[in-house]
């Protein structure tokens, strides 16, 4: 029987695990520092950096997604990013990742958002394939920047 429920802080361990399990997925394994110390306290502490929601097949954890809210300033709503989507493989085709995207939907719509929006990497064909069978659609116009490590601490030093 599949079943989604909000993670808890005992979540922690298996919530690394699908993490590790993603990043090997998308060939980035190399770019996980995180450990559960600090998973545990950035999504559990005061206040919650995200939030978890879990896919369970009878007791078994098979998927997970993570998210967070932002804002949009056009619309004047949050909205609900999601960081990760995962299913074990073994799992995949069940449904699990579709009720995970449904139970997200509900929470944007429950909590007055605007909008459910996420990144895909552009050579995951099966995963993008899937999201527009559900409607999503790509933000082709849009390109995503990220300043991190030496040039974050480049970029904030310049601020003084």
């Not at 950096?49 to 804002?71: I, K, P, S």
């Not at 605007?114 to 082709?140: C, H």
Request: charged share 25%.
């Amino acid at each position: 029987m599949r079943h989604i429920r909000f993670a808890t802080a005992q979540d922690t361990p298996q919530i690394l695990a699908f993490i590790k399990a993603l990043a090997e997925y998308e060939h980035l394994s190399h770019e996980v520092e995180v450990d559960e110390a600090r998973l545990r306290q950035t999504l559990f502490g005061t206040p919650p950096a995200a939030e978890v929601l879990l896919a369970l097949e009878d007791d078994t954890a098979v998927g997970f997604a993570l998210f967070f809210h932002n804002y949009s300033t056009f619309l004047g709503k949050r909205g609900i990013y999601l960081e990760d989507l995962f299913v074990k493989p073994e799992y995949r085709g069940r449904g699990h990742g579709k009720a995970l995207l449904a139970r997200l939907a509900a929470l944007a719509l429950e909590r007055g958002c605007g909008r459910l929006e996420w990144a895909v990497l552009d050579w995951n064909t099966p995963s993008i394939e899937f999201y527009k069978k559900l409607g999503a659609v790509p933000m082709s116009e849009w390109t995503i920047f990220r300043v991190t490590g030496q040039a974050l601490a480049d970029l904030a030093s310049s601020s003084t």
